[in-house]
């Protein structure tokens, strides 16, 4: 996981914070590609095979001795007898002999040597014969084993998310399977008597709970999922029982609200009452309600009641968290 360049008071409050995070703390778990998608490499993957896996030609044409094209020029056309073909799916391929040229096709295994591939549009054919007027380079048309990825090469990093090109890299080398760090889950709490529901009815003095929902979507498209832990009321020991209930059933926990309660730092006590408190608030705009810790390894991350700033928090703590858990390598954002 990489720091933000910068040394403003954002950049040192997510170093902290990270600082105090377990990186990949998170179980792993073996997942087919079909549900790869979207999911954090636990561990380096490495090639188990060659790709191409064998010597195979990229175009329709004929196999020829590169030696034997050397001499070709309009004045001197070199003449080649047509002899045999070799099919994509044969697993053995004769190698042609002096003067012959055999068919192959796009995909088709070529043996070991120094062999040309003359493209159909390049050989005058007469029956079963064709010629060339000119010379071929080595390996032309021909891709050499191994020319897009070498056995063992580490293919994924651990901590890359993967993507459908990573899917397609796998399933060329023949890997169904991998090991990817577990799905986080994620509980998610308001906090303040004057909080409704947003299914509920309206009630003057009242506002409605759109963080929930809101931080909620934001927690699963960064790949984790997340449950509603409720609205809760200004009540310090019934929140302190709630939030021990959550972390006891969740990787995390972020709380939207309730900084302050009659001049108590009712959030920061309740941190520090579950847990550690890393965090009391950041050093800029807006930057009081954010205010992090820690509980047997778990990240709280306490955001502002504000919706824009409550996202804006969970952005800039809230991803980060899930991203050191999952063991994600990407680097700490500033926006």
Not at 77 to 100: C, H, L, V
Not at 301 to 329: D, Q, W
């Amino acid at each position: 996981m990489t720091e933000p360049s910068s040394n403003s008071p954002l950049a040192e409050a997510q170093t902290t914070f990270a600082n105090k995070l377990s990186f990949r703390s998170l179980k792993s778990e073996s997942v087919t590609l079909t549900n790869a998608l979207g999911r954090i490499a636990y561990e380096d993957i490495q090639a188990p095979i060659d790709s191409p896996p064998y010597p195979r030609a990229i175009v329709e044409g004929y196999l020829v001795n590169t030696a034997e094209t050397k001499a070709a020029d309009d004045n001197n056309k070199i003449q080649f007898t047509i002899n045999g073909a070799i099919n994509p799916g044969d697993e053995t391929a004769a190698s042609p002999a002096t003067g012959e040229g055999i068919l192959v096709a796009t995909g088709s295994l070529i043996p070991a040597g120094e062999f040309s591939i003359v493209r159909m549009w390049e050989a005058e054919i007469d029956g079963n014969h064709f010629s060339i007027s000119r010379p071929f380079s080595p390996g032309f048309f021909i891709e050499a084993q191994g020319c897009d990825i070498e056995k063992d090469t580490t293919v994924i990093n651990a901590g890359d998310k993967i993507s459908p090109e990573m899917i397609g890299t796998l399933a060329s080398l023949g890997i169904n399977s991998i090991l990817v760090s577990s799905i986080p889950h994620v509980t998610v709490f308001a906090s303040g008597d004057e909080v409704l529901p947003h299914t509920a009815n309206f009630k003057p003095g009242y506002i409605y709970d759109c963080n929930t929902p809101m931080l909620i979507a934001a927690i699963e498209n960064t790949g984790a999922t997340a449950v509603s832990g409720g609205i809760q009321s200004d009540d310090f020991d019934a929140f302190t029982k709630s939030l021990n209930t959550a972390l006891s059933n969740s990787d995390m926990v972020v709380i939207a609200g309730g900084t302050a309660i009659g001049g108590r730092d009712f959030i920061s006590d309740l941190l520090k009452e579950t847990g550690e408190l890393i965090l009391d608030g950041v050093p800029m705009r807006s930057g009081r309600p954010l205010i992090m810790g820690i509980s047997n390894k778990k990240p709280i991350v306490c955001v502002a009641g504000h919706p824009p700033e409550a996202l804006r928090g969970f952005k800039l703590f809230g991803t980060m968290a899930i991203n050191y858990m999952t063991g994600h390598s990407k680097e700490l954002s500033e926006e």
